[in-house]
């Protein structure tokens, strides 16, 4: 089938960042989460009137609107909108203004909460019960009156409760009058409240199992307990077949499939086909193109639904699962007469299209799910896309210099760990866009068509390797730009112990063409392609690049740009996650305050003895 003559390689004009309190374009459209959660602030007063109270009225509600402020500024949901910020009606001095505040919250959508106060205040009169959310308490730091002291004591009845909450305190006394934010209070109040967002958002969301089991992978055996207790979501599954069927009765917008093929030919470059001769199909090319271009709009559809289909006479598909995040099996019983899904996995996670720059959908490839929801735990806390990548090979320095007669040199020296997968990835993750010189992965709303086409411009599609997909298809292929901050994770699964999650923060390296050529044949070169190498600390899995990859706990690993464990391990004490391994300074990490009372020394002990203790968030 010829290209369209209307093919064009971008949109005219790209969305600039939105603006303050408006949706970009086709959000509900675009975007795999909707409804989103807001921030609930409680301003906690000395509930002494005649005198005291009312000294404190101005101070305490001034903090918590500073709080808000602070929130509206530096957050964003993935959309791209601010967060939202409910702050009670009145100040909370007693047990009657925080049942009210709690009705108020209930009512406004508030999916998170952080008290904040200057004074002493009636400790278990006034903290927040629920214990569905994330909770924390920032008590300012001066002398004039005891605002930390009210953190201690309301901290101590959260622990004696079985409430969990964090706590912020600066490290300096300030005066009463000080309206400043220290930077160390600012740091913690939105660690935290990237996490509590992060929590919020998966809530009541679903995850989309798009067939079942994928050559026996245990990632991709979908555990409802841990979905539903742990994460608050809901599970739900379609057979691969819906997409043929979909196919067949045209159950997709069509004049979206003409803008989509279009844009798709035009702008994805198809490489070379590394098949034997007797194993291409050439003729079969084109066919391939539109089947992936159908199964990707398909895909979209069915995690968020579509309500052009509702128009087209398909109101039952027209709604969609709620998926937040989502896998596709692909092999073998797909694969192995059809299209695969490497285009649609690709096109899905990267956060541009035919329709320009949007939020990236969260898809693991083989129905992977637990490497989906450390996908998801990446994506909430970023706002970005994610690399899904196989934890596939160590290459020691001498192994490398066996194979290629190159030395490793510089943060490679000690080896590297490739991380390619069998077929897909996003296009973010080519790090190809790029910010002050330096490569990175933006938040959709500022990429520039400069970057898209980077990306594009770096990225090849060849026909899928048919001895591992004998229907055909495309795999994705470039090379991940070098010294990029990244971290690593992964959700393992344990019997008997539950999901413990491993934190690897590292920096991408490129190696020389005929080195990374070399390597690559060895395995497939129509594969994209990370070279990692996780930071060492000397302690524990973080001895050497080997031991890392020794110690990881399955064949695939999501990756986020920048160093974010911190935020990873705040999310996980949340969830009652313990993290069995991390390179994670000591210093950055931020738990709830009642861990402490599971020991001080063994950190990582007393993570899984917390966690133990009170059980899964929901469960």
Not at 179 to 192: A, F, H, K, N, Q
Request: hydrophobic share 40%; charged share 20%; aromatic share 10%.
């Amino acid at each position: 089938m010829a290209v369209p003559a209307a093919a064009t390689r971008h949109p005219s004009t790209f969305p600039g960042p939105p603006a303050k309190g408006r949706n970009p374009a086709r959000p509900e459209k675009v975007s795999s989460v909707t409804n989103y959660p807001k921030i609930g602030i409680r301003p906690i007063i000395d509930g002494r009137r005649r005198g005291v109270r009312e000294s404190l009225e101005d101070q305490t509600m001034n903090m918590a609107r500073r709080v808000a402020a602070l929130y509206e500024a530096e957050l964003r949901y993935p959309d791209g909108t601010p967060v939202q910020v409910v702050i009670a009606d009145s100040t909370i001095g007693g047990v009657a203004e925080a049942q009210a505040t709690a009705t108020k919250f209930r009512l406004e959508g508030v999916g998170l909460t952080l008290s904040v106060t200057p004074c002493w205040c009636y400790g278990t009169e006034t903290i927040d019960m629920d214990r569905t959310m994330p909770h924390a308490i920032w008590g300012f730091n001066g002398s004039e009156r005891p605002g930390a002291v009210y953190l201690a004591a309301a901290l101590a009845g959260h622990a004696q409760l079985g409430i969990p909450a964090f706590g912020i305190y600066g490290e300096h006394v300030q005066d009463a009058d000080d309206e400043t934010i220290p930077d160390e209070v600012r740091s913690r109040l939105l660690d935290y409240a990237t996490a509590g967002l992060a929590v919020a958002q998966m809530r009541g969301r679903s995850y989309l199992a798009m067939g079942g089991v994928s050559m026996g992978i245990a990632g991709s055996v979908v555990k409802d307990d841990f979905w539903s207790k742990y994460l608050g979501m809901r599970n739900e599954y379609i057979d691969m077949s819906e997409f043929d069927r979909r196919v067949r009765e045209n159950i997709f917008d069509p004049e979206e499939f003409d803008k989509a093929y279009a844009w798709i030919r035009e702008n994805f470059t198809q490489g070379e086909d590394f098949n034997p001769d007797a194993l291409k199909m050439s003729d079969k090319h084109e066919d391939w193109w539109i089947y992936c271009t159908k199964m990707t709009l398909i895909a979209r559809d069915l995690m968020v639904g579509n309500p052009r289909l509702a128009e087209l006479g398909f109101g039952e598909e027209a709604g969609g699962h709620g998926a937040i995040a989502a896998g596709f099996q692909g092999q073998r019983q797909w694969t192995d007469g059809m299209p695969n899904g490497d285009v649609m996995e690709t096109i899905l996670n990267t956060q541009f299209d035919w329709n320009g720059p949007r939020p990236a959908y969260v898809m693991a490839t083989e129905n992977d799910a637990l490497n989906g929801a450390s996908m998801l735990f990446n994506h909430l806390l970023t706002n970005q896309a994610q690399l899904f990548s196989d934890v596939r090979t160590f290459w020691s320095p001498e192994a490398v210099e066996r194979v290629t007669g190159y030395k490793l040199e510089g943060r490679a020296s000690g080896g590297i760990i490739d991380l390619r997968n069998s077929g897909s990835t996003t296009l973010d993750g080519t790090f190809a866009a790029t910010q002050d010189g330096e490569h990175v992965i933006k938040n959709w709303w500022d990429l520039t068509e400069a970057d898209t086409q980077a990306m594009l411009d770096s990225t090849t599609f060849h026909p899928a390797n048919v001895e591992y997909f004998r229907g055909g298809g495309f795999s994705t292929h470039f090379r991940s730009a070098g010294e990029v901050p990244v971290t690593m994770c992964r959700i393992n699964l344990v019997d008997g112990l539950g999901p413990v999650l491993q934190i690897a923060e590292g920096w991408t390296v490129e190696l020389p063409d005929e080195v990374a050529t070399t390597i690559e044949v060895r395995t497939d070169r129509a594969w994209p392609t990370t070279w990692f190498v996780p930071n060492l600390t000397g302690e524990g899995a973080f001895t050497s690049v080997y031991e890392v990859m020794n110690q990881w706990g399955a064949n695939h690993g999501a990756i986020a740009y920048g160093h974010i464990g911190a935020k990873l391990i705040t999310l996980a004490s949340m969830l009652r996650i313990p993290v069995n391994m991390h390179n994670v300074p000591d210093e950055q990490v931020f738990r709830p305050k009642a861990w402490s009372a599971f020991g001080t020394r063994d950190l990582e002990g007393a993570d899984f003895r917390a966690c133990d203790a009170y059980g899964p968030l929901y469960g």
